[in-house]
């Protein structure tokens, strides 16, 4: 015995059968590839600020260890500008960007020395070509006391922490 088909499933498979409708919403298809792309490019610059600041705290920290650890003003500016380019290279960053500078301390026992790393970053900072654009600097800071038990050096019998 042969049934009909009711009218519903009539109309069930009259849709499934239908290509109305197939390609509606596709023009949104590229807009959310844009959308992606975009916010792709805004995350990978944020975090190309964040990294080279923590590039230019590292160069900050570095330079000023090698400055309070050396005898005499000479050797400790030069060993200061070669750790903070040493550091900014090991962070697969360009040494002749930075820019280091100091509070100018005299160098003796207790001085406290400040040194300053600062780190232009891009505007945009595309994967494999490269930054465009001004962009920002960004700095790091940090600072270190000449050692107070230090031989041959001038200062305080007594440091002030």
């Known amino acids: 015995m042969r049934r009909e088909p009711t009218p519903q499933a009539t109309r069930a498979a009259g849709r499934r059968h239908s290509e109305r409708g197939?390609?509606?919403?596709?023009?949104?298809?590229?807009?959310?590839f844009l959308i992606f792309v975009v916010g792709s490019l805004v995350i990978a610059n944020a975090w190309a600020v964040i990294d080279a600041r923590m590039a230019a705290?590292?160069?900050?920290?570095?330079a000023a260890r090698a400055y309070v650890e050396s005898r005499n003003v000479t050797a400790a500016e030069q060993a200061a500008r070669q750790a903070a380019e040493d550091t900014i290279r090991g962070a697969g960053r360009?040494?002749?960007?930075?820019i280091l500078s100091d509070n100018d301390p005299t160098f003796e026992r207790c001085e406290r020395v400040v040194?300053?790393?600062?780190?232009?970053?891009?505007?945009?900072?595309?994967?494999?070509?490269?930054?465009?654009?001004?962009?920002?600097t960004v700095t790091g800071r940090h600072s270190e006391?000449?050692?107070?038990?230090a031989d041959g050096?001038?200062?305080?019998?007594?440091c002030d922490y």
């Open 115 to 136: 040194m300053e790393a600062s780190y232009r970053v891009p505007a945009l900072t595309l994967p494999f070509v490269g930054g465009f654009g001004n962009g920002l």
């Open 22 to 32: 197939v390609v509606g919403g596709i023009e949104v298809l590229p807009f959310g």
């Open 145 to 149: 006391i000449i050692d107070p038990f």
């Open 94 to 98: 360009n040494p002749a960007a930075l």
């Open 153 to 158: 050096l001038t200062g305080g019998a007594a």
């Open 57 to 62: 705290d590292a160069a900050a920290r570095e």
